[in-house]
Each structure stands twice: as C-alpha cells, then as structure tokens.
C-alpha cells in the first residue's frame, strides 16, 4: 500500500480546540510494507472535566478515566510508534494539532509529515458525494465496532486506504498520496490547482466556501506566500476556515494602497464570515503616555483608538496584554527604564533592578526627569504613533487608472467620484493598525502624489 512507513492516527478530544481542549483517547496503528507491525490505543486522562456532549458522541464517562494514563505517559510510546513515519488521519490538521500541542506542553518537537484521507478520497473520489469518515463507512460497508472511539476509527481509515489502493492500483495511489505529501498543508477541499494559478504580487485574496459564498477578504504584497500561510497555521481558527474553504479567488491590484483600498470595500460589501473586522473588533493592548511625578511612563489600557485625542499618548499597539506587558518589560531592561515607574514592580524605595546597577536611579531621584525622559523618548519612538500630520482629509492615488481614496486620521474615509468630488463613507471607520502603518508608508515615500481634499 506504501512504500514507506505510515502510522493511522485517530484521537478523541474534550472539545474542538487544542488551544482550550485535550485529548481524551489516542489510537495509532503503524504499517509497514502493508502490514501492521504496531499497534497502541489508550483513554487519556485529559486532566480536566469531560463534556457532557463529549460524553454522549464518545460514550467516554469521567469513571472510564479513573486511573487513565496521562499524556506525558504515553508520549514516548506514541513518538517510538511515529519514529520516521508519515501521520495519517481523517482530517489530519485536527489530530495533529491536538498532538503536535500535547508534545509542545512537554517541551517536545513534534513534526512528522502529513497524510489527510480526506484529500485523498476527494482525489481519488471526485465523483462522489461526501468524504467525512461516516460517509466512507457506510458508503463503502467498512467494519467498525465503535463509531467515535479512537481504535475503531483508526482501523477505519485503514480499511479505507487498503480498499482505495487495491480499486485503482498502485501506481494511481501512489500519485495520489506524493501529490497530497507534497501540498500537505492544504485545506482537504482545495484543488491545487487553484493554488499554482496564484502569483506573489499584491493584491486580495477571497476565499469562498463550497456554494462559492466568501467567507474571508484579505490582502498582502505577496499573494501566493500570504494564502499559504493560513493553511500552515494550526490555531483553531485558521484550521476551521481552511476546512470551508473550497474556492479562492485573487484580484491583483498593483500596489499595496491598492489592495488595501479593495479589501477595506469588500469586506463591508461582502461582510465575510471569517472577516475580523466584520465583527468591527478594534480592541488594542495600548501603551498609553503618562507623567508621575515629572517621570515619564506608560499604562496598559485596552479598548479602541480614538483617533481626535489619543494619538499623541499612544507609545505602542499591540494584540495583546500580554504581549503589550512584554514589550515594556524588554524596553525597561534595553534602556535601563525604572521598573517601577514602569508599574513593572511594586517597591518601597529602590527597586531591584536599582540594586543590580540596571536602574538609574529614577525611583528614588538619583537620575533627574529631564534625563529620564529623554531615554524613555528614544526607548519608545518607534512603536508610538504619529499624530495625522495634515489640517485636513487627502487623496491618494490607487491605480493607473486615476481612481483615488480620501484619507485622514490614518483610516479610508471615502473615494473621489468620476467627476471629482468625494464621497465620503456613511459609517464611521474604526482606526486598524495594518492600515497605519501602509499609508504611512505610502505617504512617506509618495509626498508628491498628496492632494488635498476640501469638503
């Protein structure tokens, strides 16, 4: 069947995201010249409650668990199984990330290659209609004991693949699988062919779902590397659209401003699914400017830009607390910032680092504010943002073709109609720091094409 080891892999999990889930029972089946030399399955007690839902599709009960192994039990018996192996599962992204999370909780590397049953019965089955597990059983009468339990499951896939390679043959399964093995990283219900056609040029990307509705806009400078890289990435989120997606559509569009003028009107036409800022989420981690007691400092606030008054006390944007809280920390220990007029450290007099000879002294007025700021400036000057540098709205070219987009406060605000005059949006933009960061871009290094706008 191969001509390399395979390992069928089937797990049952707590929920539907690694990030939020564990895996509650594995089963792993290696072959080896199309016999089974190993076989391992175990419940896993996945250290925290098993859903009632989980319960009623598994038949998986908290008793069942009692005594179960943990992961880490299991870990070197699941890896000696895998050792140089290809990984193969029913839509193989949703096992692996499950397993690839539970070896990183372990500080273990976990990258096999992939095989996806899905993809291969799509390609080997195009005529057909429905490749999930259960329609491949009873489509094709495989025996199965216990639907939904790891072992059961896994041997499915098996029968599965043993029946496809002796209905077509070897030579038409073996294309099929090194054509899969090399684009493993694509979503179970995308022709590659659609992929090959994409060129690394700016412009959007629309992927659509199996009726050809849109379910995400996005853009980039570099097409084809940028529509790849959702399906390399395994958060829970990525890998639920690439199982939607089965079309993707790109517009070229000759620039960066460009592509970002086309998403921003696509997303509110088109309102995709997957679209962040359809749900107009604007929430930033800010490192917001403040003084204390003459020294210069920042908070963490959370919430929206407003875009009149926050600008000039906005010293970074991020995701995050976490990461916003991260950055402060690396620039308090670069610039030798006072952790505790940071609000890093909470101390009655010096702070710690002071003693370490990594403070100077700012906490207890040994390092006077003016010299204090000055450093705290520099630290800062490349994450805070620029206040809007004009009096009023500009236009800006988009294309050859003289259509040009209305821009102030660092957000789209309208277009420039055939005749000449703006037409401004009838909703409020909401500030998005991709967009900062590409017109500021653009008017840095385009000041002879700024024209301004006049109500």
Same mark, same amino acid.
């Given at each position: 069947?191969?001509?390399?080891?395979?390992?069928?892999?089937?797990?049952?999990?707590?929920?539907?995201?690694y990030?939020?889930?564990?895996?509650?029972e594995?089963?792993?089946?290696?072959?080896?010249?199309g016999?089974?030399?190993?076989e391992f399955?175990?419940l896993?007690?996945?250290?925290?409650?098993?859903?009632?839902?989980?319960?009623?599709i598994?038949?998986?009960?908290?008793?069942?668990i009692?005594?179960?192994?943990?992961?880490s039990?299991i870990?070197?018996?699941?890896?000696?199984?895998?050792?140089?192996?290809?990984?193969?599962?029913?839509?193989v992204?949703?096992?692996?990330?499950?397993?690839?999370?539970?070896?990183?909780?372990?500080?273990m590397p976990f990258?096999?290659?992939?095989l996806?049953?899905v993809r291969l019965?799509?390609?080997?089955?195009?005529?057909?209609?429905?490749?999930?597990?259960?329609?491949?059983?009873?489509?094709?009468?495989?025996?199965?004991m216990?639907?939904h339990?790891?072992?059961d499951?896994?041997?499915?896939?098996?029968?599965?693949?043993?029946?496809?390679?002796?209905?077509?043959g070897?030579?038409?399964?073996a294309?099929?699988v090194?054509?899969?093995?090399? #684009?493993? *990283?694509l979503?179970?219900n +995308?022709? &590659?062919?659609?992929i090959e056609?994409?060129?690394?040029? %700016?412009?959007?990307y629309?992927?659509?779902?199996?009726?050809?509705?849109?379910?995400?806009?996005?853009?980039?400078?570099?097409?084809?590397?940028?529509?790849?890289?959702?399906?390399?990435d395994?958060?829970?989120?990525?890998?639920?659209?690439?199982?939607?997606?089965?079309?993707?559509?790109?517009?070229? #569009?000759? *620039?960066?401003?460009?592509? +970002?003028? &086309?998403?921003?009107?696509l997303?509110?036409?088109?309102? %995709?699914?997957?679209n962040?800022r359809?749900?107009?989420?604007?929430?930033?981690a800010?490192?917001?400017?403040?003084?204390k007691d003459?020294?210069?400092?920042?908070?963490?606030?959370?919430?929206?830009?407003d875009?009149?008054?926050?600008l000039?006390t906005?010293?970074?944007i991020?995701?995050?607390?976490m990461?916003a809280?991260?950055?402060?920390?690396e620039?308090?220990r670069?610039?030798e910032?006072?952790?505790k007029?940071?609000?890093?450290e909470?101390?009655?007099?010096?702070?710690?680092?002071y003693?370490?000879?990594?403070?100077?002294?700012?906490?207890i007025?040994?390092e006077?504010d003016e010299?204090?700021?000055?450093r705290?400036?520099?630290?800062?000057?490349h994450?805070?943002?620029?206040?809007?540098?004009?009096?009023?709205?500009?236009?800006l070219?988009?294309?050859?073709?003289?259509e040009q987009?209305?821009?102030?406060?660092w957000?789209i605000?309208?277009?420039?109609?055939?005749?000449?005059d703006?037409?401004?949006?009838?909703?409020?933009p909401?500030?998005?720091?991709?967009?900062?960061?590409i017109?500021?871009?653009?008017?840095?290094?385009?000041?002879q094409?700024?024209?301004?706008?006049?109500?």
């Open positions: 069947m191969f001509n390399y080891p395979v390992v069928f892999v089937d797990i049952e999990t707590t929920g539907g995201s990030r939020t889930s564990r895996v509650l594995v089963a792993v089946i290696r072959y080896e010249n016999v089974v030399v190993d399955s175990s896993i007690n996945p250290e925290r409650h098993i859903p009632t839902v989980i319960t009623s598994t038949g998986i009960t908290e008793a069942d009692v005594g179960a192994p943990i992961f039990d870990a070197d018996r699941f890896a000696e199984i895998m050792n140089g192996a290809v990984f193969v599962a029913h839509n992204r949703f096992d692996y990330s499950f397993i690839k999370n539970e070896f990183a909780l372990l500080g990258h096999p290659r992939l996806c049953t019965s799509r390609s080997l089955y195009a005529s057909e209609q429905g490749h999930s597990l259960a329609k491949l059983i009873a489509r094709y009468d495989i025996p199965f216990n639907r339990r790891a072992l499951d896994a041997r499915a896939i098996a029968y599965f693949s043993q029946m496809a390679f002796d209905q077509h070897p030579e038409l399964f294309a099929a090194q054509h899969q093995l090399k #684009t493993q *990283s979503p179970p +995308l022709d &590659l062919t659609q056609q994409i060129e690394n040029v %700016p412009g959007v629309i992927f659509k779902d199996e009726t050809h509705q849109p379910i995400y806009v996005g853009k980039s400078i570099t097409l084809k590397k940028r529509v790849m890289s959702h399906f390399q395994v958060s829970p989120k990525e890998v639920r659209m690439s199982q939607a997606v089965y079309h993707i559509e790109t517009i070229p #569009t000759g *620039s960066e401003l460009a592509a +970002l003028v &086309l998403e921003s009107k997303v509110k036409d088109l309102k %995709p699914l997957h962040r359809l749900r107009w989420v604007s929430s930033y800010m490192l917001v400017k403040k003084i003459g020294y210069s400092t920042v908070s963490i606030a959370q919430g929206s830009v875009v009149e008054t926050d000039d906005i010293y970074g991020y995701p995050s607390r990461k809280k991260k950055r402060m920390e620039i308090t670069t610039f910032l006072c952790p007029l940071m609000g890093l909470k101390a009655n007099g010096a702070c710690f680092s003693s370490l000879g990594k403070c100077r002294g700012a906490c007025g040994e006077s010299l204090y700021n000055r705290f400036e520099l630290a800062l000057e994450t805070r943002l620029q206040s809007w540098p004009f009096d009023s709205p500009i236009a070219p988009v294309n050859e073709k003289g987009v209305i821009i102030k406060n957000m605000q309208g277009y420039i109609d055939e005749i000449g703006p037409v401004y949006d009838t909703e409020s909401n500030f998005d720091m991709d967009e900062y960061k017109i500021r871009r653009f008017i840095r290094e385009n000041k094409y700024i024209r301004f706008v006049t109500s």
